[in-house]
């Protein structure tokens, strides 16, 4: 496969319910992001890893989760979800992160997650 | 904070016609923009980006958009739409050194026979 995948496309789960999206990019970039897609707002950043680290965390609640076990991989860990949090997760990687760097970002198709 | 500005939630367009889609930015200092599109069910793609010198930038798929500093515009067009142009369409502005990308809402693009 090329390009970024994301796994599952569709995830229904209840409140209680403790999930993980799964994103993994072939194109041997360093950077690697997740992003949320509500109806009618733009993309919100929520999570940056750069080299397996995190460097950004744009005020996501501790009901999310990220994991970068490498720099191929890239989690998110979803426990006590809400109504709200229901929405299109997109993860994105990039070559680089950080001064100077340009890159554009590549997006994975998305997992569709809906919570009841 | 930059912020990015897309003024048409939705637009109908005929099949063979012309198209151009309106982006206004807000950044202090000279912009990375760039427009992405979605189709259903997919994720996004990059259709084109402006980094610095011609202001007039070339894409895929036969889109082209113009940087235009004195309007803190990035319009997209295209002379003439495919039905397979049918998509959400994201104008996006870049954060110089840290690769944030902040995006608009979206514009939905139907096209008619």
């Known amino acids: 496969e090329t390009g970024v995948t994301q796994t599952p496309r569709h995830l229904v789960m209840g409140m209680t319910n403790k999930k993980s999206l799964k994103c993994e990019q072939h194109?041997?970039?360093?950077?690697m992001y997740w992003y949320k897609q509500s109806a009618k707002k733009p993309l919100e950043l929520m999570f940056v890893?750069?080299?397996?680290?995190?460097?950004e965390n744009n005020s996501v609640p501790s009901r999310f989760s990220p994991e970068c076990p490498n720099s191929s991989h890239l989690f998110l860990h979803l426990h006590t979800l809400q109504p709200e949090d229901s929405a299109l997760y997109l993860c994105?990687?990039?070559?680089?992160?950080?001064?100077?760097?340009?890159?554009?970002?590549?997006f994975g198709p998305g997992t569709r997650l809906t919570v009841l | 904070a930059q912020s990015v500005t897309q003024p048409d939630i939705h637009i109908t367009v005929s099949e063979g016609a012309s198209l151009e889609l309106r982006c206004n930015y807000s950044?202090?200092?000279?912009?990375?923009l760039f427009w992405y599109v979605q189709s259903p069910g997919q994720g996004l793609q990059l259709l084109l980006k402006?980094?610095?010198?011609?202001?007039l930038v070339q894409g895929i798929k036969g889109f082209e958009a113009e940087f235009k500093r004195s309007q803190s515009s990035f319009n997209l067009r295209k002379p003439s739409v495919h039905w397979s142009d049918a998509a959400e369409y994201f104008c996006?502005?870049?954060?110089?050194?840290?690769?944030?990308?902040?995006f608009g809402t979206g514009t939905r693009l139907t096209i008619i026979p």
């Open positions: 950044y202090g200092a000279t912009p990375y």
């Open positions: 994105a990687s990039s070559q680089d992160w950080g001064a100077s760097s340009t890159d554009t970002q590549y």
């Open positions: 890893y750069s080299l397996e680290e995190r460097v």
């Open positions: 402006y980094f610095s010198g011609d202001t």
């Open positions: 194109l041997g970039h360093n950077a």
């Open positions: 996006a502005v870049g954060d110089f050194g840290n690769e944030k990308l902040t």
